[in-house]
T-cell receptor
Framework: KAGVTQTPRYLIKTRGQQVTLSCSPISGHRSVSWYQQTPGQGLQFLFEYFSETQRNKGNFPGRFSGRQFSNSRSEMNVSTLELGDSALYLC???????????FGPGTRLLVL | GQQLNQSPQSMFIQEGEDVSMNCTSSSIFNTWLWYKQEPGEGPVLLIALYKAGELTSNGRLTAQFGITRKDSFLNISASIPSDVGIYFCAGSNSGGSNYKLTFGKGTLLTVNP
């Protein structure tokens, strides 16, 4: 079974731009979560989607948004990028009722 | 909010030594997970624990879910160079809409051949 895939793997943007990251979950997984990882803050939860609905959201500003499609693929968007948004963005998928989340390789975003 | 304290922050050991790391929480979890992350990659699941008191092994790795549900530990026996990486504990609670993992800050493990 293929793992979680994320595209692109690397991205360089400038302040004020916006960015969209994509995540394809493991086949059969319907829950997709997003995390931001930085050296200072560690792994921070962004949001979780199930059946195209956002069920839970972390403590991030409204510039961070996401969505999930009917095939469970998910995208997250960051508008008006700031230097502090530079991070590794990780997507994780899980089955309906389990909490065991499997992570993708991440998208490394650098904001200049 | 929930916080996980993971210790030690880093470890530098000789190949063949055993390693122990742990996580404690200010509140209870009903699931504990241990992940390993290598540079440039996402965390990889090592062991999942679903029941208080549960002791689970995966090869040279052993993890336990504390009886109080507020702590967990991970042991690595006979370490080898490929054990190098950052080890994270994570806790979660199912039920309602609270589907998220809370992570510890990680333990950086270095193994000297």
């Amino acid at each position: 079974k293929a793992g979680v895939t994320q595209t692109p793997r690397y991205l360089i943007k400038t302040r004020g731009q916006q960015v969209t990251l994509s995540c394809s979950p493991i086949s059969g997984h319907r829950s997709v979560s997003w995390y931001q990882q930085t050296p200072g803050q560690g792994l921070q939860f962004l949001f979780e989607y199930f059946s195209e609905t956002q069920r839970n959201k972390g403590n991030f500003p409204g510039r961070f948004s996401g969505r999930q499609f009917s095939n469970s693929r998910s995208e997250m968007n960051v508008s008006t990028l700031e230097l502090g948004d530079s991070a590794l963005y990780l997507c994780a998928s899980s089955l309906v009722a389990e909490e065991t989340q499997y992570f993708g390789p991440g998208t490394r975003l650098l904001v200049l | 909010g929930q916080q996980l304290n993971q210790s030690p922050q880093s470890m530098f050991i000789q190949e063949g030594e055993d390693v122990s790391m742990n996580c404690t929480s200010s509140s209870i979890f009903n699931t504990w997970l241990w992940y390993k992350q290598e540079p440039g990659e996402g965390p990889v699941l090592l062991i999942a624990l679903y029941k208080a008191g549960e002791l689970t092994s995966n090869g040279r790795l052993t993890a336990q879910f504390g009886i109080t549900r507020k702590d967990s530990f991970l042991n690595i026996s006979a370490s080898i160079p490929s054990d190098v990486g950052i080890y994270f504990c994570a806790g979660s609670n199912s039920g309602g809409s609270n589907y998220k993992l809370t992570f510890g800050k990680g333990t950086l493990l270095t193994v000297n051949p």
